[in-house]
């Protein structure tokens, strides 16, 4: 039940337990690396993005799915104790998913990802319909992704772990959000909306191809990117859902992104809507 009166966001994805470790450089590959100590940490893209649009103030349901076992009950739980509406989560005999983190001195990461639990994740049953915005990412199966953008009203979609996604999917969302990289794999002159976030640059919102704004980030000391796109894609939604503007909810999401890096895990630091808010006054 969502009480309150923030915007309604929807988040259909992952849910993860994180094992993070701390690490002088990335392997490459054939390179075996010594490690700091493990840290075992909620996240997976969905929840992530879940909690950082409910500490930014709207009305969040995620709807994804965990395993039967003791890191989906605590999943369901770390969600629940950071106001998310977890009806929507279901649980599979699959285990719940789990992504294996190197990050590196300068706050650089590497992501390996078991799916698990995610694979199992249906939103058929799910009332799309009555969300303001709905974001999605794409640690969660095509079908999945297709329902989401056929149903929602305006679905933003994070286009994270990069794969090809048919073109009438990626036309049917209201915007597409994409890092650098992520960006490679899209016909940007054939999209409406396609924002490209470019970590410590900032972002910028292209129009079939053609950039239409760009927003600088905010400088301070980056402990650790993990999570930092999930924060931005959470404040693009949720700005978004309270009638923004692109280039107002462009400036905000780069806010809260280089917020997001002050701290280790993807919800380490995850700022508040006064926080932004703050630091947008600042700038
Ligand atoms: O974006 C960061 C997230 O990606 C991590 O929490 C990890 O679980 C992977 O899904």
């Known amino acids: 039940m969502l009480t309150g009166d923030g915007p309604l966001v929807g ?3 992952s849910c993860n337990v994180d094992y993070v470790v701390r690490v002088e450089h990335l392997a490459r590959p054939g390179e075996t690396v010594r490690g700091g100590d493990v840290v075992r940490l909620f996240g997976g893209k ?3 993005q879940a909690v950082a649009a409910a500490r930014l103030g ?6 994804g799915c965990v395993g039967e076992d003791a890191d989906g009950a605590g999943t369901l739980e770390a969600l629940r104790s950071s106001g998310v509406d ?3 989560v279901s649980r599979s005999p699959r285990p719940t998913g789990s992504a294996f983190i190197a990050v590196d001195g300068a706050g650089e990461n590497t992501i390996v990802v078991s799916p698990g639990a995610n694979a199992d994740v249906d939103v058929a049953r799910g009332d799309l319909e009555s969300f303001d915005v709905v974001l999605a990412q794409l640690e969660v199966p095509d079908a999945v992704i297709e329902q989401v953008a056929a149903r929602a009203r305006r679905c933003v979609l994070n286009v994270a772990p990069y794969r090809e996604v048919p073109s009438g999917t990626l036309a049917a969302c209201a915007v597409l959000i994409a890092n650098r990289v ?13 924002v490209i976030t470019e970590g410590a640059q900032g972002a910028r919102h292209l129009r079939f191809g053609r950039e239409v704004a760009r927003v600088g980030a905010p400088r301070l000391e980056v402990h650790d990117t ?13 700005q978004f859902a309270r009638g923004a503007d692109a280039y107002d909810a462009l400036a905000y999401a780069v806010v809260a992104g280089a917020l997001a890096t002050r701290a ?8 508040t809507h006064e926080e932004v808010r703050a630091w947008r006054d600042d700038a």
């Open 182 to 194: 992520e960006a490679e794999g899209l016909a940007l002159e054939q999209l409406a909306h396609v």
């Open 11 to 13: 988040v259909v994805g």
């Open 226 to 238: 993990v999570g930092a796109g999930d924060a931005f894609c959470a404040a693009y939604a949720v």
């Open 58 to 63: 709207a009305r969040v349901s995620l709807l």
């Open 46 to 48: 969905g929840a992530n």
């Open 264 to 271: 280790t895990g993807a919800r380490g630091s995850l700022p």
């Open 86 to 88: 977890v009806s929507g």
